[in-house]
């Protein structure tokens, strides 16, 4: 168990739906990154909070939202669901900025159909 | 921007065997990280080595250790006495310390033979 926990570990889903990924941090990290992982790719960073604020944007879809809460948990909204959506979707915690690396989680894997 | 590098898409080894495993980088900052991570076939993403890029010295881990050439923009990953449980995706990952996110190359297949 790495400390960051994801749910749901699984989720299927129509196209045009719209789902919403859950993380919860790592004890002590304040910032929370997500990362979206399609089939045999690498990791493509989506966006990145710190306590509470958005720190950092990559190549997120408008389709996709995120927030992170008091409490320091963080969700993915992802809305009008595609085909090409369907990915595993990583939820990582890290102290700071991250200089001793990120802990992931275990991932959501998302499939739209 | 910085951007990672695995000019090999898969590898293979021999059980007992060493294997090395390429990444190139491209940073304009001097002061940066670089990491190797392995994702076995649960999809867990465990960090395996990291390394800071104003240490001369190369990193280890077990018998995991690391070539950094700075120069050359070169961080290859060493695997010694390769195990079967050795066998995963591995991803190489840079952070530039002005930077707000971790950058992963492409990923290299490692398959171990018995």
């Known amino acids: 168990d790495s400390g960051v926990t994801q749910t749901p570990k699984h989720l299927i889903t129509a196209t045009g739906q719209r789902v919403t990924l859950r993380c919860s941090p790592r004890?002590?990290?304040?910032?929370v990154y997500w990362y979206q992982q399609s089939l045999d790719q690498g990791l493509q960073f989506l966006i990145q909070?710190?306590?509470?604020?958005?720190?950092a944007k990559g190549n997120i879809l408008e389709r996709f939202s995120a927030q992170q809460f008091p409490d320091l948990h963080s969700e993915l909204n992802l809305s009008s669901l595609e085909l090409g959506d369907s990915a595993l979707y990583f939820c990582?915690?890290?102290?700071?900025?991250?200089?001793?690396?990120?802990?992931f989680g275990s991932g959501t894997r998302l499939t739209v159909v | 921007a910085q951007t990672v590098t695995q000019s090999q898409p898969e590898m293979s080894v021999q059980e007992a065997e060493t294997v090395t495993l390429s990444c190139t980088y491209d940073t304009s900052e001097s002061d940066y990280y670089l990491f190797w991570y392995k994702q076995p076939p649960s999809r867990q993403m465990i960090l395996v080595i990291r390394q800071e890029a104003y240490k001369q010295q190369n990193a280890t881990e077990n018998r995991f250790s690391v070539n950094f050439q700075k120069a050359a923009k070169s961080f290859s990953l060493k695997i010694s006495d390769s195990q079967l449980g050795d066998a995963a995706m591995y991803f190489c990952a840079s952070l530039e310390n002005a930077g707000n996110m971790l950058t992963f190359g492409g990923g290299t297949r490692l398959m171990v033979k018995p």
């Open positions: 004890s002590g990290d304040l910032s």
């Open positions: 909070y710190y306590n509470g604020e958005e720190r």
């Open positions: 990582a915690s890290s102290r700071d900025r991250g200089n001793y690396g990120y802990t």
